[in-house]
T-cell receptor, first 117, second 110 residues
Framework: DTEVTQTPKHLVMGMTNKKSLKCEQH?????MYWYKQKAKKPPELMFVYSYEKLSINESVPSRFSPECPNSSLLNLHLHALQPEDSALYLC????????????????FGPGTRLTVL | GQQLNQSPQSMFIQEGEDVSMNCTSSSIFNTWLWYKQDPGEGPVLLIALYKAGELTSNGRLTAQFGITRKDSFLNISASIPSDVGIYFCAGRGGAQKLVFGQGTRLTINP
């Protein structure tokens, strides 16, 4: 299994809603990532988990709350979002946490298209 | 911070033509990655480069890691309709961080 899966594929939510995005990988990877991507822009890093612990938070607003229940799962909890948070949210994973060396490339999931009304 | 300058921003070509795009940086990178992203999907890793001067192929795709370690290019030979998409270069921007170029949008006229 060489896939990163994400659910749901699409999500529409109001500014008062609470929702969660889910990401799963079964490649035995120990690092997992959340990215946000706006139209016609490259992905922007939000969070990094290494060995199930949060290692990087790129100054993301607290209305985004990541969670790593185990080494295969990564969640992103959403609460009180703004319309400008509408974007494609991408999950990625990599073998380890030792930097970008051979065998430690990041693999991306298909993303969740989020629309905030 | 580190930035990658990717060009061209967009390309409009005829099916069967060869394509070339590149990424440059003002600072040295030890790794270059090339991803392709289809509309509404996540980026897919095409080629990874780890040594200066390295030339690597993946089917009709060929990528090279520049000798100065400040640039990389990606070539696609004999383009076909499924090559349409956005191509991103990426490099290591710090422990566990990727720095992305702005992308090259490829459109193919049949």
């Amino acid at each position: 299994d060489t896939e990163v899966t994400q659910t749901p594929k699409h999500l529409v939510m109001g500014m008062t809603n609470k929702k969660s995005l889910k990401c799963e990988q079964h490649m035995g990877h120990r690092a997992m990532y959340w990215y946000k991507q706006k139209a016609k822009k490259p992905p922007e890093l939000m969070f990094v988990y290494s060995y199930e612990k949060l290692s990087i938070n790129e100054s993301v607003p607290s209305r985004f709350s990541p969670e790593c229940p185990n080494s295969s799962l990564l969640n992103l909890h959403l609460h009180a979002l703004q319309p400008e948070d509408s974007a494609l949210y991408l999950c990625a994973s990599s073998q380890g946490v030792g930097g970008l060396v051979k065998g430690n490339e990041q693999f991306f999931g298909p993303g969740t298209r989020l629309t905030v009304l | 911070g580190q930035q990658l300058n990717q060009s061209p921003q967009s390309m409009f070509i005829q099916e069967g033509e060869d394509v070339s795009m590149n990424c440059t940086s003002s600072s040295i990178f030890n790794t270059w990655l090339w991803y392709k992203q289809d509309p509404g999907e996540g980026p897919v890793l095409l080629i990874a480069l780890y040594k200066a001067g390295e030339l690597t192929s993946n089917g009709r795709l060929t990528a090279q890691f520049g000798i100065t370690r400040k640039d990389s290019f990606l070539n696609i030979s004999a383009s076909i309709p499924s090559d349409v998409g956005i191509y991103f270069c990426a490099g290591r921007g710090g422990a566990q961080k990727l720095v992305f170029g702005q992308g090259t949008r490829l459109t193919i006229n049949p």
